[in-house]
């Protein structure tokens, strides 16, 4: 793969990132308020907002590390991309919500 050819497959996956983005925060949020299902975390005094993103992309490289071991997977509907583009997602996710004041830095 030349850099071209990155830059093509970069700017699919950021485009077909955003895709999901737009449509899972509709599912999972309000639309005026896009880290209202991100602070359930907090609401249940779980932890802070940006420790459940965190758990979320860890879940996401577990999900990666098994998948790259494992030939037989139960849930077959998710590759590997799919939870790549999940980690993503839900690094810019924590990225907006630094920006917006959602983040207390300690």
């Known amino acids: ?30 639309q005026s308020d896009i880290f209202s299902s991100l602070r359930a975390t907090e609401q249940l005094g779980l932890c802070p907002v940006s420790t459940g993103i965190l758990v979320r992309v860890v879940d996401k490289i577990s999900r990666i590390i098994n998948l790259l071991d494992c030939q037989n997977v139960a849930v077959k509907d998710e590759s590997i991309t799919d939870s790549i583009m999940d980690i993503i997602n839900y690094l810019v996710l924590l990225a907006a919500a630094i920006k917006e004041g959602e983040v207390r830095k300690t």
């Open 1 to 30: 793969m030349d850099s071209n050819q990155l830059g093509v497959c970069f700017n699919e996956i950021v485009n077909k990132c955003w895709r999901i983005c737009e449509a899972k925060t509709t599912d999972y949020a309000k």
